[in-house]
C-alpha cells in the first residue's frame, strides 16, 4: 500500500507511520516538520498546510491518506487534491455535546458543523463543530473513508501528558505507606485507548479500506480499576485516599488536563458518558486492546527515558495541600 500521512512527526500520526512501515508499507508523511522527526523508513513530503499541497504530496497516486487535522479548510483542501485515495480521518469524542450519556456512533448526536477555522484549543465545543465539519468533507469529497473518533489516547510519546500523570505519580509509591489523591469515585467510569493500538487499528481500517464511522476507544472501566492496574503495571502499591469532587473544585482544582489538573477526573454525572463509549463496535470491526498495566508501564519508561517528556497534572506539593485539607474537613461532623 502507498501511504500518505498527513502529520506523522507527533504521537498518533507517527505511531500510525510507524506501525505501517512495519507492515512493508510505502509511508510518506506530509507535515512542516516542525512538531518532531518523521518515523524511520518513511519519507518526509515538506508541506505547511496553509499553504496549497505541492505536487509531491496532490498529483502522486496515494492508496490511502490518514489525517489528523482540525482546521475544517485544511482538511476540504487535502481531500479535494486526493479525491480518490481511501482516507482514514482521525476525530475526535468531542463530537457528540451530549457528554452526560454514553452510546455509539449510531446513537449519539453531534455537534451543528463548524465549518470555518478557528482556535481548536479554545473549548471542547469550538474543536468538536470543527472536527465535525472535517468528517463532512471526507465522507462528501473521498471516494471512500472511515472516521475514527477517539476517546483519551494514551501511551508512549504522548505529548498531551495527560494518562502520563497516572504511571508517574503511581510509580512513586513503591514503599509501603505512600497516600496518592484519586478524585471522585472509585466506581466512576473511564476509558483510555492505547496510542499504539489506535495506530494499528487505523493501518488495519486503510488496508481494508473499511468503510464507516467508529469511536476509537478502549475498555469502560472504573477509575478505582484502571488506577490498581496502572499501579500493577509500574510495579507501586498506593494507598489511594479518594477525595470528593465538591471540595476539590472549591480547591480550584481543574479537571481532565492543564496545570493544577487531576487527568481522567471529570465532573460527574455531566460527563457520565465521555468517557464509557461502546468498544464493541470498534472490536468487531478489527480493533484489539492490549492490557492497561502494559500502556503504564510503557508509558512511564518512555517518560524516564525522555528528557521534556510531557506529563500534566498535579504537583506534589499541591496534591500533599490538598491531602491535608481534606483530611480536616472531612474530620469535621456533619
Ligand atoms: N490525544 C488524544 O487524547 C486525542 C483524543 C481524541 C482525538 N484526538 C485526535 O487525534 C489526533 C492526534 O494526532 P497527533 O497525535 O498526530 O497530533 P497532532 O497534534 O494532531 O499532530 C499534528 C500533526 O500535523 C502536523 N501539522 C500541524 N500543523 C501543520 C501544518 N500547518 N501543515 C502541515 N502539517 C501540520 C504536525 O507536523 P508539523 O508540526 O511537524 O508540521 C503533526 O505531525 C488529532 O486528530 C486529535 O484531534 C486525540
Same mark, same amino acid.
Given at each position: 500500500?502507498? @501511504? ?17 512501515? +512495519? ?8 507535515? !512542516? ?8 523508513? /518513511? ?11 505541492? %505536487?509531491?504530496?496532490?498529483?502522486? !497516486?496515494? *492508496? ?38 454514553? +452510546? /455509539?456512533?449510531?446513537?449519539?448526536? @453531534? ?7 478557528? *482556535? ?14 472535517? &468528517? ?14 477517539? $476517546? @483519551? ?17 503511581? %510509580? ?6 505512600? =497516600? ?19 495506530? #494499528? ?5 486503510? =488496508? !481494508? ?21 496502572? %499501579?500493577? $503495571? ?35 454525572? =455531566?460527563? *457520565? ?8 463496535? #470498534? ?10 498495566? &502494559?500502556?503504564?508501564? *510503557? ?18 506539593? =499541591? ?9 480536616? %474537613? #472531612? #474530620?469535621?461532623? +456533619?
Amino acid at each position: 500500500m502507498r @501511504l500518505l500521512v498527513l502529520g506523522g512527526t507527533q504521537f498518533l500520526s507517527r505511531a500510525v507511520a510507524r506501525d505501517a512501515v +512495519g507492515r512493508g508499507h510505502q509511508v510518506a508523511c506530509a507535515c !512542516r516538520g516542525v512538531s518532531g522527526a518523521v518515523a524511520a523508513g /518513511t519519507t518526509h513530503l515538506p508541506w505547511d498546510r496553509t499553504n496549497p499541497g505541492p %505536487a509531491s504530496v496532490t498529483e502522486e !497516486r496515494w *492508496d490511502a491518506v490518514v489525517d489528523v487535522a482540525r482546521l475544517p479548510s485544511q482538511v476540504r483542501t487535502a481531500v479535494a487534491g486526493m479525491p480518490d485515495a481511501h482516507w482514514v480521518f482521525v476525530s475526535t469524542i468531542n463530537v457528540y455535546p451530549d457528554t452526560d450519556v454514553a +452510546g /455509539t456512533p449510531a446513537t449519539l448526536r @453531534l455537534h451543528e458543523p463548524r465549518h470555518t477555522d478557528g *482556535d481548536p484549543y479554545e473549548s471542547p465545543e469550538i474543536y468538536g463543530q470543527m472536527k465535525v465539519a472535517c &468528517e463532512q468533507a471526507v465522507l462528501r469529497g473521498a471516494a471512500s473513508a472511515t472516521i475514527v473518533r477517539p $476517546g @483519551l489516547v494514551s501511551g508512549p510519546d504522548d505529548n498531551t501528558g495527560r494518562f502520563t500523570y497516572w504511571p508517574w505519580r503511581l %510509580a512513586q509509591a513503591h514503599g509501603a505507606h505512600v =497516600e496518592v489523591l484519586a478524585p471522585g469515585r472509585p466506581d466512576d467510569l473511564v476509558q483510555i485507548i492505547d496510542v499504539r493500538d489506535l495506530a #494499528s487499528w487505523i493501518v488495519d481500517l486503510a =488496508e !481494508r479500506r473499511t468503510a464507516g464511522v467508529f469511536d476509537a476507544v478502549g475498555e469502560i472501566v472504573p477509575l478505582g480499576d484502571l488506577l490498581d492496574r496502572v %499501579a500493577a $503495571g509500574v510495579g507501586a502499591t498506593p494507598e489511594l485516599t479518594w477525595v470528593d469532587q465538591d471540595f476539590l473544585q472549591s480547591r480550584g482544582v481543574q479537571p481532565w488536563a492543564g496545570p493544577r489538573s487531576i487527568p481522567l477526573w471529570l465532573p460527574r454525572p =455531566e460527563h *457520565d458518558g465521555l468517557v464509557a463509549h461502546d468498544p464493541a463496535p #470498534s472490536m468487531a470491526a478489527g480493533l484489539r486492546l492490549r492490557p492497561h498495566a &502494559e500502556t503504564a508501564r *510503557d508509558t512511564l519508561a518512555w517518560l524516564s527515558s525522555t528528557p521534556g517528556g510531557a506529563r500534566t497534572g498535579l504537583a506534589l506539593e =499541591e496534591e500533599a495541600s490538598l491531602l491535608q485539607d481534606w483530611r480536616v %474537613a #472531612s #474530620s469535621r461532623p +456533619g
